[in-house]
């Protein structure tokens, strides 16, 4: 079985500075990974996904991710935040070609001060 | 694609009623998965699908809440009776064939469930 760990429940960043959110994952298997981004009373959508290939991972609205497989991590970032990226962040692992049951963290809320 | 749908998006029942949510996934997709999020609790998974058979229920809180997937292109969450602590947003989400796009999930809009 897979987990998440995501440490910081929210994230408070002054506009147009950089954030990190932090994710940790643990598996015995191969996974793919995910971040998904949740606005106020929205459903969750796809930021970005590692399938295999280059480690580092480039997504919509300005997010990257790298994976590190020797610290099981996959930290979100962005070079500069706009207000419009205040949301709800959440990571998810899936077990590489198993069935499609995603795990997904506790989520990290990004709050963007202008 | 019109995307995932679920129906309604807002309900308001009382303690006791029955209440049916309703998803249908992206055309193509065979797996299909429901969750339940609250401030308390997160993001849950309820129940998922695999080719309309159901995988893993264990998500499912007690037995007041069943769900069915009669087909590829619609199922259901049953809460029978209704309890105030049910009310939280519903979420349906529905994926490719394992191997495909990475197990990626689509989200529906939710359904946000209040039980007076």
């Known amino acids: 079985a897979q987990s998440v760990t995501q440490l910081d429940s929210q994230v408070p960043v002054f506009e147009e500075a950089p954030v990190e959110l932090r994710c940790n994952y643990s598996?015995?298997?191969?996974?793919?990974l995910f971040w998904y981004v949740q606005y106020p009373n929205q459903g969750l959508q796809l930021l970005l996904k590692?399938?295999?290939?280059?480690?580092l991972v480039k997504g919509i609205n300005g997010f990257e991710a790298e994976f590190n497989k020797s610290q099981t991590s996959f930290h979100l970032r962005k070079p500069s935040v706009h207000i419009s990226d205040t949301a709800e962040y959440f990571c998810?692992?899936?077990?590489?070609?198993?069935?499609?049951?995603?795990?997904f963290g506790t989520g990290t809320k990004l709050q963007v001060i202008p | 694609d019109a995307g995932v749908i679920q129906s309604p998006r807002h309900e308001v029942t009382e303690m006791g009623q029955e209440v049916t949510l309703r998803c249908k996934p992206i055309?193509?997709?065979?797996?299909l998965f429901w969750y339940r999020q609250t401030m308390m609790r997160g993001l849950e998974l309820l129940i998922y699908?695999?080719?309309?058979?159901?995988?893993?229920d264990s998500g499912m809180p007690e037995d007041r809440f069943s769900a069915k997937m009669p087909n590829a292109s619609f199922s259901t969450l049953k809460i029978q009776p209704s309890e105030p602590r049910d009310s939280a947003v519903y979420f349906c989400?529905?994926?490719?064939?394992?191997?495909?796009?990475?197990?990626?999930?689509?989200f529906g809009p939710g359904t946000r469930l209040t039980v007076l």
């Open positions: 055309s193509g997709h065979n797996s």
């Open positions: 989400a529905s994926s490719f064939p394992s191997g495909s796009q990475g197990n990626e999930q689509f």
């Open positions: 998810a692992v899936s077990e590489a070609g198993g069935y499609q049951k995603v795990t």
């Open positions: 590692y399938l295999s290939g280059s480690t």
């Open positions: 598996s015995s298997v191969s996974v793919y």
């Open positions: 699908f695999n080719n309309n058979v159901p995988i893993d």
